[in-house]
């Protein structure tokens, strides 16, 4: 009858281990689906604002290629309201002020503030239609303005900031974004501080806010 009672005994511990064991190898399991559905989205949300980042860099990009452009064509740019912006909100720049009555943007001489606004899709004409889709979904916009002094303001006494530009070359005019301007060889000129504003916007309306401060000869 002892044998007996300690056979029963044991199967009760026995059942009751498999028990707690398989609720541990439960748990187990659903923390592991539990953190890689987190790390899934981790590189989700990491690979959304890389891109994001990207289509704010295109638009960097294209203000300079805009700026370059009127350097060659000598238009006198002068500071405009910004007017309405579609994302790139001039709140998401710190060295911007709150004042929008001091916060300008530059635009050709007798015009009106000149601003970008483009997905990428249009980059890309060789893209099938499901890229071409996504492309769609991240935008760039950029505005430009004197660069702004201490208080934010893009306007006002001291502005534009001034500099000088050096030549490196005889050849290739066009803006800097160092202290070396490359124009007639062994001379300087005077060339005023401007900065570029770009917002990203990508999936999730993810917004990416850069700036590039450039030298553009007068």
Known sequence: MKIKKYKKSEKGFIIVLAILLLL?????????????????????????????????????????????QQVQKKVTLKPYDIGSLNFCKTSFFPSLSDNMSK?????????????????????????????KKRLAKYQYEWFITQSPDSNGNTIGSGLPK????????????????????????????????????????????????IEAVVLVPQ
């Open 24 to 68: 541990v190898m439960s748990l187990m399991g659903t923390t592991l689906v539990v953190i890689a559905s987190n790390d899934h989205e981790g590189n989700k949300l990491r690979d959304y604002n890389q891109q994001t980042f990207y289509a704010a860099e295109t638009g960097i990009q294209e203000a300079k290629e805009y700026l370059n």
């Open 162 to 209: 001034r500099g000088q530009v050096s030549s490196t070359s005889s050849s290739d005019t066009g803006i800097s974004e160092g202290t070396s301007y490359k124009q007639s060889s062994g001379s300087t000129m005077e060339a005023y501080y401007y900065t570029i504003f770009s917002c990203g916007k990508g999936e999730g309306d993810i917004i990416v806010p």
């Open 103 to 131: 916060v300008k943007a530059i635009g050709p001489n007798g015009s009106s503030a000149r601003k970008g606004w483009a997905s990428l899709s249009h980059l890309d004409s060789n893209s099938d239609t499901t890229e």
